[in-house]
């Protein structure tokens, strides 16, 4: 019951093993059978046995990880291949997110999606080059034709590296529907990685709901579960009474060198019958913040441990659930005893069990009871109007019913232009964000276009001047007010100096910041020429590279760094070459 034992006979293909196991009937509903082609696509990288960093799916902060990360060797510079005929549909540079980024249309109906790379295969690097000196953006998001830039099954398209968004030196790898940009686990085309480790169950815990909205006052109670190699128990019979949902903690870990991954489903079963399924198969990206959803969210705000929840909150858009029996929450109120069984599989069909018993009270269900607060439904536009603020929840923000509260606290001192304003708190999570309008009285009017709204953590959320008001849409509830931002960002020189011979350099580069707003645009200019600048957000670096547009000599060189709310920076100075 716990590993599929078929698992070594059949490597490649997960959806054979399952038809033969005694898993059979439950790994029907959990793994599509004959849904996506298992031959048409190679392994993007050439490394051996391919390792996974992260899997699909894997809990991240505010998404589910997208696709899979394969493990470099913590260096850059492999080889990454095309993993089956097509060519190039897009082609995205960033400061941020996946850094340098390919995406390959194949004639089956896939995309498929290469991150973090550290160049492109030189044929792409110059067209990408050539765009950017066109448009005079160092980031790009092109759509080439069809016929522009076709790639045959395993050309080398780029190398890997640590581009954008990346903790370290990996290929960020997905396979996403074309029509519908859904992404979709890789571990189904028969990316194959060998894995025969069953999930991880690290804590089990029960929520006492009784009607009530699940927020951070729902009572909490850790079960002592014991175990290891796919079989759980509990430490002892749990004694309930009322609604309840139960919560869990999994990891997977692979063969080899696997770092700790996400699992790809869990199942809840009360008295032999499912009630609860989640499985990673695909989902789209505008859902994947609804993670904040899955999750109990006050838990990982306040501890970062990721507890997915059993029971689905009412306005959770997510299409990962199936087979639900009165949204996963249960009622214990018989007097009897319930076996309940949790099994948790990764994508490979590895699966871990957790059977439990429960005790059953008698006593009947306890009326849902509003605390104090404002009401407001979750499948709603709802708004909020005092003297100095505005508040517009758009519909499809709320994944639950909200009691809402707002408070007023008096001005901080330092830069600030208004009260704070306490909207709600930050243990709620938002799909969309809300619409916040602070008055502006007390703002002279020659620093509106200065004026902002901070959170009290001191994180810019924008906004501009309207008609009075600060405007602006921050993502999470919690505490604002209006400040200003007059200062121009900051240019550090790391590799140059004024009259300083590059010569044998192969680029210069600069660190640059911004105190509040945050870098809006960076422009280099060589003797008054648009020169391209690169930059990584998570290390603050600028650059150029010197090529064959910069002729030896001596040049003058101008760069021109501006905020969000258009404070401006420049830095000139001579170099030769
Ligand atoms: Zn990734």
Known sequence: MIKNPIHSLFKTSLL????LTSNYLQAQQIFSTNKYPITDFRQPLDIMPPALAGSFGEIRGNHFHSGIDFRTNQREGYPVYAVADGYISRLRVQNSGFGQALYLNHPNGYTTVYGHLQRFAPKIATIVKNLEYEKKSFEIDEFPEATLI??????????SGNRGSSGGPHLHFEIRDTKTEETINPQFFGIDIPDNIPPII?????????????????????IGITGASGNYKTLAPISLTGEVGFGIVVTDRHNGLSGTNGVYSIQLELDGKMIYTSALERFSFENSKAINSHIDYPTYINTKRSIQKSFVDPGNPLKIYSGLVNSGKINFNDGVSHQLRYIITDSKGNSSVLPFTVNAGSAPTVAATVPGGIVYAYNKVNEFNSDEIKVLIPQGSL??????????LPKPAGNAWSNIHQIHNRYTPLHTGFNLWIRADALPENLRNKALIVSTGGSSQGGSFDNGYLKANPKNFGSFYIAIDTIAPRIIPINIANGKSMTGLSKMTFKISDNLSGIKS???????????????????????????????????FELVVSDVKDNVRRYSISFAR
Not at 399 to 408: A, C, E, S, V
């Open 150 to 159: 076709p790639v045959r099954k395993g050309e080398i398209i780029a190398w």
């Open 202 to 222: 690290h804590g089990l815990y029960v929520y006492r709901l009784n009607g009530k909205t699940f927020n951070e006052s729902i009572p909490k109670q850790a």
């Open 399 to 408: 994944y639950n019913d909200l009691n809402f509260t707002y408070k007023k």
């Open 522 to 556: 960076f422009n280099g200019y060589i003797d008054g020429k648009w020169a391209l600048m690169e930059f990584d957000t998570k290390t603050a670096t600028l650059w150029h590279s010197f090529d064959d547009r910069t002729a030896s000599g001596k040049h003058d």
């Open 16 to 19: 054979v093993c399952f038809s």
